[in-house]
């Protein structure tokens, strides 16, 4: 139907007859959180999937972020991207820790390494990149920097789930890495989220934080918080675990027609597929040159909206220019032309495995000229 309004993304969503039956053995069990049996089997059923060693569970993907600075002890400032969504600098806010900006690469708009080494001080103590649109961050150059300089890394990886490179799991890189999985996610549990760690130790370490510092029935070790994930939310996540990669499939035949397409418009740029990389298709963002396309990345934005067809400007505006971060030194525009220039250009177009042909034909045709 031309009318019916076609959104940037949709949950994937398990099968109403067999959630009903997880929720009656819930129901049963009178077990629905505090670390039952299907989070443990998530946690054990994820790892696998993901080629992990330690995943802990989180009820959102905010958290992990918050909980990562706290098991890590740090402080001070951390490098951090200008292009990506609010959380990952809330969380250093959180914290009480200052986030210095740095530009991107405009090959990925993952953080230029290049640039990390520039801001490097004595006051600064981690980095926090994000692997923005799944697309990997330079995880070997990132990690050089860091044990050069002796300085903690956490990816953000909310939009990351199962990707690899050549065959390895991009959530091992850094020192932690952390998952989201909103619902909007690739992967979803409603809401939820992860910590993904190298070793037993740091796992039992974060399982205490996140459940008020609480190492035993009468021993507290550390002020944490309540962000564990329940019985409802971790059974949902078992039977969308079990659909993800048809999913993932669909996701990447939207892609390539996307591709197909757009590749003979003059003035829209996008990403084709890095060789060696499992993507997962997360998001599909076009960058609109104005001066070349003849039309305003805005312009197109609300023409498309206008013709129920949602994309999102995403990640704009950047959020160094939000009033919380907008008077550091680091979030000037000089400072970050890279970030600033794609921020005015980016739309991400309708990326999700409910899409039809018609829904690709009906999008592509607000796009070409």
């Known amino acids: 139907m031309e009318n019916r309004q076609i959104t940037v993304t949709s949950p994937l969503l398990p099968d109403l007859e067999d959630f009903q039956q997880m929720l009656c053995k819930i129901w049963n069990s009178k077990w629905i959180t505090n670390n039952g049996y299907f989070h443990q089997k998530l946690e054990k059923a994820l ?3 993901l080629k992990v060693p330690y995943i802990s569970l989180f009820t959102n993907g905010t958290l992990p972020l918050i909980t990562a600075l ?3 002890r740090v402080t001070g400032e951390v490098i951090t991207t200008p ?6 600098t809330h969380a250093l806010w959180w914290n009480g820790i200052k986030p210095v900006f740095v530009d991107i690469d405009p090959d990925t708009c993952n953080l230029d390494p290049a640039k990390i080494e520039a801001a490097i001080t004595p006051r600064k103590t981690a980095i926090m990149p994000v692997h923005c649109y799944g697309k990997p961050c330079d995880i070997v150059t990132i990690q050089e920097i860091a044990d050069k300089y002796g300085l903690k890394v956490i990816y953000d990886a909310a939009h990351a789930f199962g990707v690899e490179v050549n065959g390895e799991s991009i959530l091992k890189a850094g020192d932690l890495s952390t998952l989201s999985f909103h619902a909007t996610k690739v992967y979803n549990t409603i809401e939820g989220g992860a910590l993904v760690m190298r070793d037993e130790q740091m796992k039992k370490r974060i399982d205490y934080l996140k459940n008020f510092g609480f190492a035993g029935e009468t021993e507290v070790v550390a002020p944490g918080i309540n962000s564990k994930m329940d019985e409802v939310r971790a059974a949902y996540g078992l039977l969308n675990l079990k659909q993800v990669d048809k999913a993932i499939e669909v996701r990447q035949q939207v892609a390539i027609r996307y591709r197909e397409v757009l590749r003979d418009i003059e ?7 890095i060789p060696g990389v499992r993507h997962n298709y997360s998001y599909f963002p076009i960058f609109v040159e104005a001066d070349k396309y003849g039309t305003t990345r805005d312009e197109l934005y609300f023409k498309m909206k206008e013709r129920g067809v949602l994309g999102r400007r995403y990640f ?3 959020i160094s220019t939000f009033s919380s971060y907008r008077e550091l030194e680091s979030a000037g525009e000089n400072n970050l032309p890279v970030a600033t220039r794609l921020a005015s250009e980016v739309i991400c177009l309708p990326m999700h495995h409910e899409l039809s042909q018609d829904d690709i034909t009906r999008i592509l045709s607000l796009l070409v000229k």
């Open 47 to 49: 790892a696998e999937y």
């Open 70 to 72: 706290q098991a890590l």
């Open 267 to 273: 003035g829209i740029t996008f990403f084709d597929d």
């Open 83 to 88: 292009y990506s969504f609010v959380a990952t």
């Open 316 to 318: 704009y505006p950047l």
